[in-house]
């Protein structure tokens, strides 16, 4: 499994950006597919995750409402729509494989398959 995650940029304030997060190996394994942020200087934070099978998808309090993960079986890519970016969402951006149980979906230690970050500047 070999995840890349991609769509990064610089936005302004209120603009909107679509990552995606693209299994470039073999059949995903993983049943979650978690994307996590980790702003400078501050700790990895969950930010939303979506289950392959049912697709029942899980956000953080910080970006509910402002940003929908959503998933293409057919191109194995899963997708999260970034709208109403603030500073704040400055982070480096990455999608992660797992099968956590839906209690434990934040976590990031659940997830074994790690793809490279890309990068989201949000300038004011």
């Known amino acids: 499994v070999q995840l890349q995650a991609s769509g990064g940029g610089l936005v302004q304030v209120g603009g909107s950006l679509r990552l995606s997060c693209t299994n470039s190996?073999?059949?995903?394994?993983?049943?979650?597919i978690g994307w996590f942020r980790q702003p400078p200087g501050k700790e990895r934070e969950f930010v939303a995750a979506i289950k392959w099978s049912g697709g029942s998808s899980y956000y953080a309090d910080s970006v509910k409402g402002r940003f929908t993960v959503s998933k293409d079986n057919a191109k194995n890519t899963v997708y999260l729509q970034m709208n109403s970016l603030k500073p704040e969402d400055t982070a480096v951006y990455s999608c992660?494989?797992?099968?956590?149980?839906?209690?434990?979906?934040?976590?990031?230690?659940?997830?074994?398959?790690w793809g490279q970050g890309t990068q989201v500047t949000v300038s004011s």
């Open positions: 190996g073999r059949t995903f394994s993983s049943n979650v």
């Open positions: 992660a494989g797992g099968n956590p149980i839906q209690s434990s979906i934040r976590a990031s230690a659940l997830y074994k398959y």
